[in-house]
T-cell receptor
Framework: GENVEQHPSTLSVQEGDSAVIKCTYSDSASNYFPWYKQELGKGPQLIIDIRSNVGEKKDQRIAVTLNKTAKHFSLHITETQPEDSAVYFCAASINTGTASKLTFGTGTRLQVTL | DSGVTQTPKHLITATGQRVTLRCSPRSGDLSVYWYQQSLDQGLQFLIQYYNGEERAKGNILERFSAQQFPDLHSELNLSSLELGDSALYFC?????????????FGEGSRLTVL
């Protein structure tokens, strides 16, 4: 089955700096790569996603890049703010059209310090 | 608020016991997913139901079972509980059953097995 590795497990940046979280996946058939943000005491929430036919996607301060050949994808957060502090999960899945089985990475705890 | 409701929020029980976790999906969502989140293993996919039918299965133990009812709510039954079953159990829902698209997570049910 699919295996997703995520690095780093913790990341501390100063407010205003950029943060980068990297993931690799094992199954070349995976074609959907979402990123979820989990704040303390809450469930994960989708922040951005990318499909395998796209190399990069941006939404304000957040961007995701995908390298299908290397089976890498990354989350980039620019101009970080204290409210960006949370645990971020990458995930991968294969679109079968009838079922969904997201495989998540182990998470990155991002802390944005003042 | 994701619109997904999970009960109970907290549950403490003893080894060998059986518990039932309940999930009400967002209005209009036909798919329900169950995930287990433990400290060292991130989010593990357990099972997916779509409109009452099982669609995908992950690493769900034989001691665990789930079902989705005609009103689309779902229950996860955990039996012969062991200490290692202590975790946060998340339910998520989505409009479709396919492999892409946002999952909306509830706030989780925290199970402690003593």
């Amino acid at each position: 089955g699919e295996n997703v590795e995520q690095h780093p497990s913790t990341l501390s940046v100063q407010e205003g700096d950029s943060a980068v979280i990297k993931c690799t996946y094992s199954d070349s058939a995976s074609n959907y790569f979402p990123w979820y943000k989990q704040e303390l005491g809450k469930g994960p929430q989708l922040i951005i996603d990318i499909r395998s036919n796209v190399g990069e996607k941006k939404d304000q301060r957040i961007a995701v890049t995908l390298n299908k050949t290397a089976k890498h994808f990354s989350l980039h957060i620019t101009e970080t703010q204290p409210e960006d502090s949370a645990v971020y999960f990458c995930a991968a899945s294969i679109n079968t059209g009838t079922a969904s089985k997201l495989t998540f990475g182990t998470g990155t705890r991002l802390q944005v310090t003042l | 608020d994701s619109g997904v409701t999970q009960t109970p929020k907290h549950l403490i029980t003893a080894t060998g016991q059986r518990v039932t976790l309940r999930c009400s999906p967002r209005s209009g969502d036909l798919s329900v997913y169950w995930y287990q989140q433990s400290l060292d293993q991130g989010l593990q996919f357990l099972i997916q139901y779509y409109n009452g039918e099982e669609r995908a299965k992950g690493n769900i133990l034989e001691r665990f079972s789930a079902q989705q009812f005609p009103d689309l709510h779902s229950e996860l039954n955990l039996s012969s509980l062991e200490l290692g079953d202590s975790a946060l159990y998340f339910c998520a829902s989505s409009r479709r059953g396919g492999g892409t698209g946002e999952l909306f997570f509830g706030e989780g049910s925290r199970l402690t097995v003593l």
